[in-house]
């Protein structure tokens, strides 16, 4: 009986509560938008509930949502470069909470709800992704004070520089053709200016940069090795803006103004160097002294715009557009003239379309053209090469929110490549020839993906891609499958893993001997294959000190087949043929990248290294000897060692000390082990012939340089307010002669002038350089 009463009165009690437990239970959605004040969204920013350890990232509109159960919560958003804002609510409804921050960094007490962006990163199943904001680069030290986007870049793990000076990326075992580069989702052909020693993207309009090293989303597709997504601001929609800079080489200009106030925007920037006004008074002072050589006349620019405006709640269009070009220029007294240009175009359209709180698209147009010529002329013959590629692309990208625990994304996109493979123009007074090259390619793509939250410790990200390409009648396809999770063995501690495979259809020809770059654009065709690469990776992820450090350990081996070289003696322009001086081989990489991270407080920054191997091999084929004899060997791109440090102190409001440090092991390089004499016959003339051992056997001396920098903020303008500062840059501080090239200097003997040794030269490119930027903005 006791038994009996007990059960009814236990079950009075649970149907008393269970209207209480069920109004506790429900859950509600808070959606909006992360913006700057200047009305840009911020994509990436972070949108957390740390009391129940749930946050999202805002999407490449600023848009958030948040599935959370009814009652009191503290909302705090924050994102690299900009304030951290909190808000309070009480949620008993659908709501919509849009935030706004402002930029700077604050000095507060570092507590665990403003983690931020390093509680996204251990919470995501995104593995090797890199985020980099464009206030953050500003502050780092860099060379002649130009600040870089892809020289910052170069400072994360797994990501390599091809040399001195340069800002080509080799990310995990990967050549330089085989990342992707977008700019407001238009593709960027060559992301270098001045032969490589800056990136054509200009950090006045910059908003953020997002780097993939693995575990791809499968939204994107066409290369092997990364993804470079670049997002441009979208100007301010409250007030006209004038910014810039003036530096030891060049100078930048951007206006941005409102459309209709609270409506759109538009953003015009320019950027131009100036070595070429001191050149030419340099030759001026100089043409009538006899035997001079003229200093070669260079100078680079680039132009920036884009365009928003809010049409409704619902919908909103972007126009974006870039236009940059490189002029060399070499005019001898001797009648010799020679003329070297390249640049890159692209227009981007986008339309952003919210069908319900759930579901959303962004579709876009866009075209890109990458173009580079070269002309000769001698007294009355003169001789031009050239060669482009342009693409028309046309994209459509879906998100769906189910409910709390599925994000799906689908969608496709097509391409019309044209290919100028090869352009001829020579004269001579009584002759004239002229031939072209190209090639047309469709390339096509379509995706899904559903980002899975099964529960409180283990996420999924999964997709799969459909790619395809057609060059005349050679067609080609595949499936890329992608796949990551997360699985959180405590709350600061997570384990993951990911995997990719990846299609590239088209192939970068350049000629490595030449001492200008010779870059040609090729379809997958015929003999020419579409290259293919393969990667997994796994590592943990571990929020430490109260939550004020990152580390993170990843493994990864990726391993690709139909890589591309070509034979010796290959003939590169103007060849209908040029396939035929392809060899395909296989390459694999493998490394370990550790990385310790700081975002808040006075003294910010990072630490990685990576430990990796990257090998190709070319067996024998075409009637030749393969390449190294068909032995493996290591890419000039190959690093064993590779450690990097970026510290900023904020010294007081006025006052931020920078610093990088950069170590790395020497690049492999080819060097003849001996040297033998031949002669024909008694008494001629001795031939010196050099034997070379397996390719890349040697490695240059160690690569490391040391840059600091002061950031000084001055006072505001009386009258029109603003901000400004003064930028000292010392690049290569301890002035370490590191190598650029090595070359071998004869030696001979003074009395039978005949050589007698051989000894290596290095020569170094840059030296300490100090450089003073004056940055303006009101």
């Not at 840009?40 to 948040?66: I, Q, T």
């Not at 009652?71 to 304030?83: M, P, T, W």
């Not at 994107?220 to 997002?231: C, E, I, P």
């Not at 020579?426 to 379509?446: K, P």
Request: glycine letters at 10%; proline letters at 4%; aromatic letters at 12%.
């Amino acid at each position: 009986m006791m038994r009996f009463y007990f059960s009814r009165a236990a079950l009075a009690l649970l149907l008393l509560l269970a209207p209480l437990s069920l109004l506790a239970q429900a859950q509600y959605l808070l959606r909006g938008t992360v913006r700057g004040t200047d009305g840009s969204a911020l994509p990436g920013a972070n949108v957390a509930v740390p009391a129940l350890g749930l946050g999202a990232a805002a999407n490449a509109d600023g848009r958030y949502e948040l599935s959370l159960p009814a009652g009191r919560h503290r909302v705090v958003c924050s994102f690299i470069g900009y304030k951290t804002v909190t808000e309070d609510l009480n949620l008993r409804a659908n709501q919509r909470l849009d935030l706004v921050l402002s930029a700077g960094t604050e000095l507060q007490e570092v507590v665990i709800e403003g983690s931020g962006t390093l509680e996204q990163k251990l919470q995501t199943t995104q593995m090797g992704v890199e985020r980099l904001s464009a206030r953050e680069a500003k502050l780092l030290p860099a060379l002649f004070g130009e600040v870089d986007i892809l020289k910052t870049l170069q400072l994360k793990p797994g990501v390599q520089n091809g040399g001195e000076g340069t800002s080509g990326l080799f990310v995990r075992g990967g050549s330089a053709d085989q990342n992707l580069f977008l700019v407001d989702d238009a593709v960027v052909y060559n992301p270098n200016h001045l032969f490589g020693l800056f990136s054509t993207f200009n950090s006045d309009v910059v908003q953020s940069v997002d780097l993939y090293k693995s575990g791809f989303p499968a939204q994107y597709g066409g290369r092997l090795s990364s993804v470079v997504d670049v997002k441009l601001r979208e100007g301010s929609r409250d007030s006209a803006g004038v910014s810039g800079g003036i530096g030891l080489i060049s100078s930048r200009l951007a206006v941005e103004t409102p459309i209709a106030k609270g409506k759109g925007s538009i953003l015009l920037a320019g950027r131009r160097t100036y070595f070429d006004v001191f050149t030419r008074q340099i030759n001026k002072l100089n043409e009538d002294t006899k035997d001079y050589n003229p200093i070669p006349d260079y100078y680079f620019y680039d132009l920036n715009l884009k365009a928003n405006y809010q049409l409704s709640d619902k919908d909103q269009v972007f126009l974006s557009g870039y236009f940059g070009n490189d002029v060399f220029g070499f005019n001898s007294t001797r009648g010799f003239n020679f003329d070297f240009n390249w640049g890159n175009r692209s227009a981007t359209a986008r339309w952003s379309h919210v069908f319900n709180p759930r579901l959303f698209t962004n579709s876009s147009a866009t075209w890109s053209y990458y173009t580079y010529n070269i002309a000769n002329k001698l007294d009355q013959f003169s001789f031009g090469l050239g060669s482009n590629i342009r693409d028309w692309n046309l994209r459509s990208d879906w998100e769906w929110r189910p409910n709390a625990k599925h994000v799906v994304r689908f969608g496709g996109s097509g391409t019309l490549h044209h290919f100028g493979v090869g352009r001829l123009q020579a004269n001579g007074g009584s002759f004239n020839i002229g031939q072209n090259v190209e090639y047309d390619g469709l390339e096509g793509g379509l995706y899904a993906a559903d980002n899975f939250t099964v529960n409180d410790k283990l996420a999924l990200d999964y997709g799969l891609r459909l790619t395809g390409f057609q060059s005349g009648s050679n067609e080609y396809g595949g499936l890329e499958p992608r796949a990551a999770a997360r699985y959180s063995l405590t709350p600061s501690l997570s384990l993951k893993a990911s995997y990719a495979l990846m299609y590239q259809y088209v192939h970068l020809v350049t000629n490595s001997g030449a001492s200008l770059p010779t870059d040609i654009w090729y379809p997958s065709r015929l003999s020419v294959k579409p290259q293919r690469s393969q990667q997994v990776s796994t590592g943990f992820s571990w929020l430490i000190g109260s939550g004020q450090f990152l580390l993170t350990d990843e493994v990864y081996y990726k391993w690709a087949q139909r890589q591309i070289d070509f034979r010796d003696g290959a003939q590169l322009f103007v060849n209908p043929e040029l396939d035929q001086e392809f060899l395909f081989g296989r390459g694999w990489a493998y490394g370990n990248e550790i990385y310790l991270e700081k975002k808040q407080g006075k003294t910010t920054g990072w630490l990685g290294y990576t430990l990796a191997w990257t090998k190709r091999e070319f067996e024998p084929q075409r009637g030749t000897n393969g390449i190294n004899g068909g032995r493996a060997f290591f890419p000039t791109y190959d690093r064993r060692h590779n450690l990097t440090l970026v510290v900023l102190h904020k010294l007081n409001k006025r006052v931020n000390l920078t610093s990088s440090f950069v170590y790395t092991s020497g690049n492999p390089t080819t060097l003849p082990t001996a040297r033998i004499g031949v002669q024909d016959v008694y008494g001629g003339e001795l031939q010196v012939v050099p034997i070379y051992p397996d390719r890349n056997s040697y490695r240059l001396p160690s690569y490391h340089r040391l840059d600091l920098g002061v950031v000084y903020k001055l006072r505001p303008w009386r009258r029109i307010g603003g901000e400004s500062d003064l930028t000292l840059s010392i690049y290569n501080a301890y002035n370490r002669r590191n190598p650029y090239f090595i070359y071998i200097d004869e030696v001979k003997n003074e009395e039978t002038g005949l050589p007698q040794s051989y000894r290596a030269r290095q020569v170094s490119l840059f030296p300490v350089i100090p450089s003073l930027t004056y940055n303006f903005k009101f």
